[in-house]
């Protein structure tokens, strides 16, 4: 059974709270509980994680490569724009990451279309709400076909 870690980064703790006509009104329960349902039904063990600190990120990150983990679905949510730490992080741990986000970033503000994690990631999901993790999920099966 593969072991997939789930990271949803900064105030998406809010999800269901902020900004509902761009995120929706589905709390992080909420879609935990979809994600987990999912990652069942694909025969991984999961985890699921949220900070809104880069540094917990960054050694979250880290831990994995030391307990066998061997995928990772992360919405870095605004870190995704400006933290080379995450990024480092991530091309560091050799594993692979699918970066996605629950709206459409390259249909928003500027400065959300670009990322300096994607690059360093097997892909990235976007503008699907809780379904860009799903389709996040599926890619890591796919790829570890």
Do not use: W
Request: glycine share 8%.
């Amino acid at each position: 059974m593969k072991k997939v870690l789930i990271i949803h980064g900064p105030n998406l703790n809010f999800t269901g709270i902020r900004e509902k006509a761009v995120y929706g009104t589905k709390s992080l329960d909420d879609f935990n509980k979809i994600i987990l349902e999912k990652c069942n039904e694909l025969g991984f063990e999961a985890e699921t994680f949220q900070s809104n600190y880069e540094g917990a990120i960054i050694d979250k990150l880290q831990e994995c490569y030391f307990k066998g983990v061997d995928g990772i679905v992360i919405n870095p949510g605004a870190f995704t724009h400006y933290s080379y730490a995450i990024r480092d992080a991530i091309s560091s741990i050799g594993l692979p990451v699918v970066e996605v986000h629950l709206s459409n970033i390259h249909a928003r503000d500027e400065f959300r279309k670009t990322s300096v994690t994607a690059p360093v990631c097997i892909g990235q999901i976007c503008g699907f709400g809780v379904n860009s993790y799903i389709l996040g999920l599926e890619a890591l099966k796919m790829h570890f076909m």
